[in-house]
């Protein structure tokens, strides 16, 4: 008997139905700039040609352990929309916007229902941030991945003039920090929140604590990365102007913010009074994960901070509301003296 690709367990008619189902969700996401459809062998885009004298920002991330949630929840339509909000987020905060994104995707065994509920997630989070996806690979990588299970890779490239590049260099003491609201866990922590919540606590995916106000631990632990790229934009475009912003991603609000101070002489003061921490959190700090751990690992309910001048501030908020975001004051830049990188108070 002929063997055959199959009995080494890779299904080329799957990943063929695969493209079929996906074809109408990807062309939702794109933008007058792309030059080609889905199945080629890569993606063109031109620039924008109101851009006089462009720069190219990219970035790369994954998911991380949150996928371990999606696998034993059965629940696979929102971890696409993380893995698009963690690229553009990092590439909205220079100031630019988001042109175009690929995905790569990884699996034992290629499940098409699964992994069209994925590619759905990655497709809207596409349009949520305004750009366009170009294209991606699918691999059945077996004896790699455990059957069920997958990994996920996200690219991304963006544009920004290059006079309006936000890199922080201008900070100075006395800007102001605005903080958006982040969902809950966003896409980074959950290694930790993970083992405190379900093997610490012993809760089940389906449980519904108090802390979380009516959700379920899986609920709370799938809830997925805010996408910040177009309130960046609005900034940008019609507000007073941003001098720096910090996606609060891996090392939470201790290791995110000084990223973007342009010397050792500053530091960030956070007031904690002045925003709400999820219900996650107090969770997790229930298990006696102490507070400074818990900050330096997750976003406290912060899932990007803007830095502006506080002459610019009240502006600032105005655009954010007309945006849509619940933006407030949580902070400033001050000397640093001897103190650390990130000081809370309140």
Known sequence: MAITYKDAGIDIDAGAELVDQ???LVSKATRPEVMTGLGGFSGLCGLPERYRRP???SGTDGVGTKLKTAFASGRHDTVGIDLVAMVVNDIAVTGAEPLFFLDYFATGALDVASARDVIAGIAAGCV???????????????????????????????VVERDDVRDGRDLCAGDVIIGLPSAGLHSNGHSLARKVVLEVLGLGLGETPDALGGASVADELLRPTRIYVKALAALRD??????AAAHITGGGLVENPPRVLPTDELAVRLD?????????????????????????????????????????ADAELDCLRDAGQDARVVGEIISRGDGPAVRFDG
């Not at 059945?140 to 996920?152: C, F, R």
């Not at 019609?238 to 001098?243: I, L, Q, S």
Request: glycine share 14%; charged share 15%.
């Open 55 to 57: 720069i190219l920002v």
């Open 22 to 24: 996906i074809r109408p």
């Open 238 to 243: 019609n507000g007073a102007g941003f001098k």
């Open 128 to 158: 949520e941030a305004g750009c366009a996806l170009v294209g991606g690979e699918t691999d059945e990588l077996p004896g790699m991945y455990k059957a069920s299970e997958y990994d996920l890779a996200g690219f991304a490239v963006g």
């Open 272 to 312: 904690t009074s002045t925003w709400s921490v999820p219900g996650i959190f107090s969770l997790i700090a229930s298990a006696g994960v102490e507070v400074d751990e818990i900050r330096r690992t997750f976003n406290m309910g912060l899932g990007m901070l803007v830095f502006v001048a506080a002459a610019n």
